[in-house]
């Protein structure tokens, strides 16, 4: 009796490795569209300055806003005493000590934006993997 065996493995890998970077890209887009309408917006900037990019198999999407984690997390730590320029041109100075967001300019916006934005593009990862071949 004889087994003739072939193997495919490395054309499956080549398939896997061209559609993995479309896969996660396509991700990217949707955590994006999904993290919308939980980002806080005030001037837009939050929305609008965001990173989004694949190497391989790695992808990151971040907010580049230097107060996007700060947005993210619903507070933010201030170390040392600093004066700060409102918008109506006064000063004031944040103390010491976690000072928590509470009052967010758009209804439905608030910590927990980019999570939210995560979660949501899970659970629609199947269509999209489907949609880039890896499935």
Do not use: C
Not at 28 to 42: G, H, K, R
Not at 111 to 126: D, I, M, N
Request: net charge positive; charged share 20%; proline share 6%.
């Amino acid at each position: 009796m004889s087994v003739s065996v072939t193997n495919d493995l490395p054309l499956f890998k080549a398939k896997v490795e061209a559609a993995l970077p479309v896969a996660l890209r396509l991700m990217l887009d949707a955590i994006d569209v999904a993290a919308e309408p939980f980002t806080p917006m005030d001037t837009g900037n939050l929305r609008q300055n965001k990173l989004k990019q694949v190497l391989g198999t790695h992808a990151v999407i971040a907010w580049v806003q230097r107060y996007a984690g700060a947005q993210e997390a619903g507070h933010m730590t201030v170390k040392k005493a600093r004066p700060v320029k409102l918008r109506d041109g006064s000063w004031i100075t944040l103390k010491p000590g976690v000072h928590t967001f509470k009052n967010y300019t758009t209804k439905g916006t608030g910590p927990g934006f980019a999570e939210k934005g995560v979660k949501t593009a899970l659970l629609g990862a199947e269509p999209i993997f489907r949609k880039a071949g890896l499935i």
